[in-house]
């Protein structure tokens, strides 16, 4: 188990110290590798307050927390969330086309050293912030079998989202399409079926299309589709008493990022199965959140 002292904030131990001083060093150095060498002077005076400040809101506010919400794991529980944690952020790390400071501006650094620093302590930072994240999450608990009183909630936020989308796709008509979204029109079109790409989407498109043969009929239900889902998660984060502010600018994010505005309108069956995706955390979400009551509800039974 994780040592009681820990969390004692008058004492707190070395190694809670220790470990307070390589957490704020891992998510202050991948930024100081990129200031080049000229301004280092003063960048180490930056750096030493960074740290410092981020130390203090370590071991004060972050490290509380989540060690309380550890303690409530088993032990083995307890490693098992430190080690995916950072597996999740060293995984993060390496697939996300994370640039490398140019090496010329830290001439007195060996260039390997940089791209292993680089890269360690992104993966360690990245890791943390997934902890605590997820920890932080993981210790909300909230009853909400009195879901189904608010149960139009979602109304204003999906209104909101398909006229933003619909702006997108007024830009982007009659939708967009890439090789891969011809194929599959070909497909439509001939009645000549293969598995090159799925075969279920592509039938998918062809019910869609019996209604206007055009891929803006595509993109107006993968619009509809999308939007009821992201409508359906504000809904939810509304039910468990998240401040209403955070939720519509977490929708106007959202909904605005040209990446999702553009995409939701291009043919493309990724938009489909990640939207399922999306949809079945929703569900399990519910269902973790309610502590199993979601499952009583009327609603669970047509989900």
């Known amino acids: 188990m994780i040592r009681k002292d820990f969390i004692m904030l008058k004492q707190p131990s070395l190694m809670y110290r220790v470990v307070s001083f390589l957490i704020a060093l891992c998510l202050v150095t991948p930024i100081f590798l990129w200031i080049p060498a000229k301004t280092n002077p003063y960048a180490l005076i930056i750096l030493f307050f960074l ?16 060690l309380r919400e550890l303690e409530k794991y088993p032990a083995h529980w307890q490693w098992f969330i430190l080690g995916l944690s950072f597996f999740a952020g060293l995984w993060l790390s390496l697939n996300i086309p994370l640039a490398v400071p140019p090496i010329e ?4 650094l060996p260039p390997l050293f940089i791209r292993f620093t680089y890269r360690l302590f992104s993966a360690a930072g990245l890791g943390f912030v997934i902890l605590l994240l ?16 608010r149960q139009f909630s979602f109304v204003k936020y999906f209104i909101f989202i398909i006229l933003i989308w619909g702006l997108y796709l007024l830009a982007l008509y009659p939708g967009m ?9 070909e497909q439509v079109l001939t009645g000549n079926y293969n598995d090159h790409h799925p075969v279920f989407h592509t039938l998918t498109i062809w019910l869609v299309t019996r209604i206007a043969l055009t891929p803006t009929s595509v993109a107006i239900a993968q619009i509809l589709f999308l939007g009821f889902v992201t409508a359906q998660w504000l809904a939810f984060f509304e039910n468990i008493r998240v401040p209403q502010s955070v939720i519509w600018i977490s929708a106007v994010l959202f909904t605005l990022s040209p990446v999702n505005g553009t995409m939701v309108n291009t043919l493309w069956k990724d938009v489909p199965y990640s939207t399922s995706i999306l949809a079945l955390s929703l569900l399990l979400s519910k269902i973790v959140f309610s502590n199993g009551n979601w ?5 669970s039974k047509y989900y």
Do not use: C, E
């Open 105 to 108: 501006r830290i001439p007195y």
């Open 134 to 149: 997820s920890v932080s999450l993981a210790g909300i608990r909230t009853d909400i079998r009195h879901y189904d009183s």
């Open 295 to 299: 499952l009583q509800t009327w609603k």
């Open 51 to 66: 740290i410092a400040g981020l130390n203090w809101l370590l071991q004060r506010i972050m490290f509380p927390k989540l």
């Open 177 to 185: 399409m890439s090789a891969d979204s011809l194929v599959q029109w």
